[in-house]
């Protein structure tokens, strides 16, 4: 599979899963996300908007990943790390 050039993408947040990113193409409302997604990602805010690129550095995955889930479900889950993987809270 070809993956485009670039791609226009919004990360969302929400307060119930905490550590978890949503990516959807650019200016998705929530009514027209892939089935179910509104309701397990509730309260969504949008944290980011960027244009996305096959070589562009991300924290927990490849660009390419994030744009074929894109191109292939219509959205990427982020999920959070696993609890001994993640850095320690300085508090």
Excluded: N
Aim: glycine share 2%; aromatic share 8%.
């Amino acid at each position: 599979m070809t993956v485009p050039a670039e791609m226009e993408v919004d990360v969302f947040k929400t307060p119930q899963r905490p550590h978890t990113f949503l990516y959807l193409p650019k200016d998705l409302h929530p009514e027209d996300w892939p089935e179910g997604l509104a309701a397990i990602f509730s309260e969504p805010q949008k944290i980011l908007s960027l244009l996305l690129t096959p070589d562009q550095p991300l924290a927990m995955q490849t660009a390419v990943e994030v744009i074929s889930a894109l191109e292939t479900q219509g959205y990427f889950l982020q999920m959070p790390p696993p609890l001994h993987e993640r850095e320690p809270s300085i508090c």
